[in-house]
Nanobody, 117 residues
Framework: QVQLAESGGGLVQAGGSLRLSCAAS????????MGWFRQTPGKEREFVAG????????SYADSVKGRFTVSSDNVKTTVYLEMNSLKPEDTAVYYC??????????WGQGTQVTVSS
C-alpha cells in the first residue's frame, strides 16, 4: 500500500503562484510514474502534468505548459507541482497520482486550488 499526503492548495489571486506537494509513504517501490490531475464539478478528472520515476522529460497538458513545473525530491518520494501565472480557469481540486509497476494506481485525497480574478 502507498499512502499519499497532499498539501499546498489554497486561495490565490490571478497571476500568483502556488506549490503543491504529494508525499508518498509505505511500499513505494517500484514506482513507475508520478503525476497530477485536476477536477472541477461536473467534469472528468483531467491530466495536468507527470513524470516517470526513471527520469526523462516530464509531460504537461497544453493548458499549463510554460506555467507549471512537475518535479520530485532527490529520493523520489515526494512529487511537487509548481504553479505560476495562475488563472481563474486553473481553479480545481488537484489530485496526485502515484503508479507502481503492475500497474497499481494510488490517488491522493485532493487539495483545493482557487484562483480569484
Amino acid at each position: 500500500q502507498v499512502q499519499l499526503a497532499e498539501s499546498g492548495g489554497g486561495l490565490v489571486q490571478a497571476g500568483g503562484s502556488l506549490r503543491l506537494s504529494c508525499a508518498a509513504s509505505g511500499r513505494t517501490f517500484p514506482t513507475d510514474y508520478m503525476g497530477w490531475f485536476r477536477q472541477t464539478p461536473g467534469k472528468e478528472r483531467e491530466f495536468v502534468a507527470g513524470m516517470h520515476w526513471s527520469g526523462g522529460m516530464a509531460s504537461y497538458a497544453d493548458s499549463v505548459k510554460g506555467r507549471f513545473t512537475v518535479s520530485s525530491d532527490n529520493v523520489k518520494t515526494t512529487v511537487y507541482l509548481e504553479m505560476n501565472s495562475l488563472k481563474p480557469e486553473d481553479t480545481a481540486v488537484y489530485y496526485c497520482k502515484w503508479v507502481l509497476y503492475g500497474p497499481t494506481i494510488y490517488w491522493g485525497q485532493g487539495t483545493q486550488v482557487t484562483v480569484s480574478s
